[in-house]
């Protein structure tokens, strides 16, 4: 199914019709989730690929015989793209399903569901560079224009999967309306690999040994990941993802916005960030002159009614 040129639009959201269809996203949106399911849950260009790997790795205790064999959109595919059903068909034991979702769309899917929640969340300055980087080799997505046009889109929400605010605002805002969610970010998981594999080995009920732990944490290190054909995305046909544009796994670090923003730019962005997050739990603060990146979120658990998390990094 090739549909490169194709746009699907789906509850006034675009979406690229070379995975996406009116009946594949309709499938999302009444699924029936398991309650041995672990959903991910991530707006594009957010550590996908990454928790994925994580998550793969540590059901595996460590062993990366599924990693370097099976692609991550066989073993973990994306719930509203065409193919997910025969994937599904074919799983054994617990299924791991990803999705770009905003929240509104696979909330009647997920009440009453126990299946588990992994949100991963990232720096937005960090994620419009990384998906206008990907825009720009992925066929199969619009061409992005210049960096200012492209940045221009991601703040209206109108790039493909939507607002990157609403995203984050819909499944953050209602954490506490599902039964196992699990917030993480990237920048976490890159300051401490160790303790985020920790994080979700707990999460997923699924201990690990110190060995398991360090097994999987070399195995699910961006040098590795950037060399697994299974998850680098070079078994994907040059037609589709134009590899002599650039790499899917391009860099991988923290703060890579510097190198692509202008200070006006920041700072209009940081603008439209306040305004758009003002009556969010969810805080991001870029403090001058250091840039570090506070983020804070406050969620309500059955564990603990006002569940504080900070995590401060450059």
């Known amino acids: 199914m090739a549909r490169l040129d194709i746009t699907e639009t789906f509850c006034n959201i675009l979406f690229p019709g070379h995975m996406h269809t009116q009946d594949s996203l309709s499938y999302a949106t009444n699924f029936k989730f398991q309650d041995t399911d672990t959903l991910i849950v991530t707006y594009p260009k957010s550590g996908t690929t990454w928790i994925q790997e994580i998550i793969t790795l540590v059901l595996s205790k460590g062993d990366p015989t599924i990693a370097q064999t099976q692609p991550n959109w066989a073993r973990a595919p994306w719930l509203e793209q065409y193919y997910c059903p025969k994937f599904l068909e074919a799983s054994m034991g617990p299924r791991i399903i990803t999705t770009h979702l905003p929240y509104h769309l696979l909330a009647p899917a997920l009440q009453d569901s126990k299946a588990k929640v992994i949100y991963v969340a990232r ?14 080799m992925a066929n199969f997505l619009p061409d992005p224009g210049s960096f200012t046009e492209f940045l221009s889109a991601f703040l209206k929400g109108t790039v493909h999967y939507g607002s990157w ?6 499944w953050i805002g209602h954490a506490k309306d599902i039964q196992n969610f699990l917030y993480i970010t990237y920048e976490e998981m890159w300051q401490d690999l160790h303790s985020s594999l920790e994080k979700v080995s707990c999460f997923l009920q699924c201990s690990l040994t110190e060995d398991e732990l360090t097994s999987s944490q070399k195995h699910c290190s961006f040098n590795s990941m950037k060399e697994n054909a299974m998850v680098n995305y070079t078994l994907i046909p040059q037609e589709i993802m134009d ?14 916005w510097k190198n692509m923003f202008t200070e006006e730019q920041s700072d209009h962005f940081d603008a439209v960030y306040s305004s758009q ?6 805080l991001f603060k870029w403090e001058r002159p250091e840039d570090a990146l506070q983020l804070m979120i406050t969620i309500n658990t059955p564990e603990s009614h006002s569940l504080r998390e900070i995590v401060k990094c450059s």
């Open 123 to 136: 720096n937005p300055k960090d994620v419009v560079v990384s998906y206008y980087h990907f825009h720009k």
């Open 277 to 282: 997050m003002v009556e969010s739990s969810l």
């Open 243 to 256: 590899h002599s544009k650039g790499k899917f796994m391009r860099r991988g670090k923290m703060g890579d």
């Open 165 to 170: 605010f609403d995203h984050i605002k819909g």
